[in-house]
Nanobody, 124 residues
Framework: QVQLVESGGGLVQAGDSLRLSCAASGRTFSSYAMGWFRQAPGKGREFVAAINWSGGLTDYTDSVKGRFTISRDNAKNTVFLQMNTVQPEDTAVYYC?????????????????WGQGTQVTVSS
């Protein structure tokens, strides 16, 4: 069982930077692939970024490539999403997710554990 708690969301202006964190419980965090998803009002949950157990493999949706960076610190049981040059279309609730795997995963149904989400609002 893994419990995930996101933090770091807030209200920012377009062009600003923001770093989201996701703290995981449990002793086997390094066994889990992690992902970030987001859900804007009236829309479905969208893949943002994913990272494998070691941090050696990452994947991003096209709209955030070059702006967002996913990373993890296995010693601290935490995964991060560094968001640079944010835009109003990045406004959403951001969720982190976990599944026991050595790979990266892009689809929500592949993940077993989810956090409660953190709101990111970008004003123009």
């Amino acid at each position: 069982q893994v419990q995930l708690v996101e933090s770091g969301g807030g209200l920012v202006q377009a062009g600003d930077s923001l770093r989201l964190s996701c703290a995981a419980s449990g002793r086997t965090f390094s066994s889990y692939a992690m992902g970030w998803f987001r859900q804007a009002p009236g829309k479905g949950r969208e893949f943002v970024a994913a990272i494998n157990w070691s941090g050696g493999l990452t994947d991003y949706t096209d709209s955030v490539k070059g702006r967002f960076t996913i990373s993890r610190d296995n010693a601290k049981n935490t995964v991060f999403l560094q968001m640079n040059t944010v835009q109003p279309e990045d406004t959403a609730v951001y969720y982190c997710a976990a599944r026991r795997s050595t790979l990266v995963h892009r689809t929500a149904y592949e993940y077993d554990y989810w956090g409660q989400g953190t709101q990111v609002t970008v004003s123009s």
